[in-house]
């Protein structure tokens, strides 16, 4: 016979955890206004200063170019403007924030610095272009940027499983695109993820040379297991295998990447790209995501970076998340790639050392907190 106390019981906190869970879901994290950066006296100056207002909350959509244009096209297409690309999602709006925050606080002409920030546009989780492009607006009330809608269905159906879940989002492939997603006036753009800070001028690495006609730079690592990075399927097969041939091929994080988008649309490198996703569909020639395909195409012909410029890896590996130290060497981004989130693990009061350098960025309000 069950016990109608133990029945009772066991109901309210089911009941509780239901209401608990409702109300969680539906109260958005509600983010400060960070503090307003001014160029230092020697920044280049943006010819049309009306050109530096931001682009209106309810005009995020592409489809809406020529008024937004109006608003933007000067700065954008002004030599002065340093270019950061980044996506936008709900998931990792917190940590967009503190990238954000890191970038203009360490700039000497934060003023300078134009955002073009790609935002799914399915938004099915309420965290849609409207929604980021709100909280976004109101932490950066005097922010230059613009958002882009991207179409999952543009790469839906080029993508295959992964070893994280999280590396199926499609928004984790626009990168891929983000020479049709900018304006053609856009020539370089810095592209960063989200999990990340800088601690240096973000002017130094969008100035990073890109010689002898390479399409982008980014910091090379090849003391890693390079062929890793494929399965057998692929290093088996001749005519796959020989794609590395008279290449210098070494593994770089896509994460950190200064584009010259010149190159990119004239050398038509979305559709090589979408060419081995195609492969990837036929055989499995890969297991992680958005990053082989890049491997693929640019590995061994990319410009070099000082690997300060992406202290990677400290969210630790991709299956049990342990904490991770510095790679030796002096540090201009600390970027928090792999399974753990800094802010994730400081709100399970569990962080690794090195959450200490992102919490400072943490732009998030305290539950129940007031304005003053």
Same mark, same amino acid.
């Given at each position: ?27 958005p ?20 200063? !009306? ?12 489809d ?20 950061? $690309? ?16 890191s ?18 546009? $399915? ?40 070893? #994280?879940?999280?590396?199926?989002c ?25 999990d +990340? ?6 002017? #130094? ?22 062929t890793?990075?494929?399965?057998? $399927?692929?290093w ?10 008279n ?12 584009? !010259?988008?010149e #190159?990119?649309r004239?050398?038509?490198?979305t559709a ?11 055989? #499995? ?10 491997? +693929?195409?640019f590995?061994?012909?990319?410009a ?7 202290q990677?890896?400290?969210?630790? !590996?991709?299956?049990?998340? +342990? ?8 540090v ?12 994730a ?28």
């Amino acid at each position: 016979m069950k016990n109608p106390l133990l029945l009772s019981l066991t109901s309210h906190v089911l009941l509780l955890t239901i209401i608990t869970t409702t109300c969680l879901a539906i109260i958005p994290q509600q983010f400060r206004e960070a503090p307003k950066f001014y160029n230092s006296p020697n920044c280049p100056s943006i010819s049309d200063h !009306d050109a530096t207002t931001t682009t209106s909350n309810n005009n995020f959509n592409n489809d809406d170019d020529d008024n937004n244009t109006t608003k933007t096209g000067k700065f954008v297409c002004s030599a002065a403007a340093v270019h950061v $690309a980044m996506t936008l999602d709900s998931a990792y709006l917190r940590g967009s924030m503190a990238a954000i925050l890191s970038i203009l606080q360490h700039t000497s002409c934060p003023q300078n610095v134009f955002f073009h920030f790609v935002a799914s546009a $399915a938004g099915g989780d309420g965290g849609g272009e409207s929604a980021v492009g709100g909280a976004l607006a109101a932490s950066f009330p005097y922010l230059n940027f613009r958002i882009y809608s991207f179409r999952d269905s543009a790469v839906a159906g080029l993508i295959s499983t992964s070893i #994280r879940s999280a590396l199926d989002c499609p928004l984790n492939y626009a990168r891929s695109y983000l020479a049709d997603l900018l304006p053609p006036c856009v020539r370089r753009v810095v592209y960063l993820d989200s999990d +990340l800070v800088l601690v240096d001028d973000i002017a #130094r690495l969008a100035a990073t040379p890109l010689g002898g006609g390479a399409v982008l730079a980014a910091p090379e690592y090849c003391n890693a297991n390079f062929t890793s990075y494929f399965t057998a $399927a692929f290093w088996s097969n001749p005519s796959l295998s020989l794609t590395f041939a008279n290449r210098r091929a070494c593994y770089f994080n896509t994460g950190v990447m200064v584009i !010259d988008l010149e #190159r990119w649309r004239r050398g038509g490198y979305t559709a090589r790209i979408e060419d081995w996703m195609e492969l990837q569909k036929k055989m #499995r020639i890969y297991e992680l995501g958005s990053l082989p395909p890049f491997l +693929l195409v640019f590995a061994g012909n990319i410009a070099p970076v000082d690997h300060k410029w992406n202290q990677h890896g400290l969210g630790g !590996d991709n299956f049990r998340g +342990l904490c991770r130290n510095l790679h030796p060497g002096p540090v201009s981004l600390l970027h928090w790639s792999g399974k753990g989130k800094p802010w994730a693990r400081l709100d399970a009061s569990r962080p690794c050392p090195l959450d200490a350098l992102w919490a400072p960025y943490d732009l998030l309000k305290p539950p129940f907190s007031f304005d003053s």
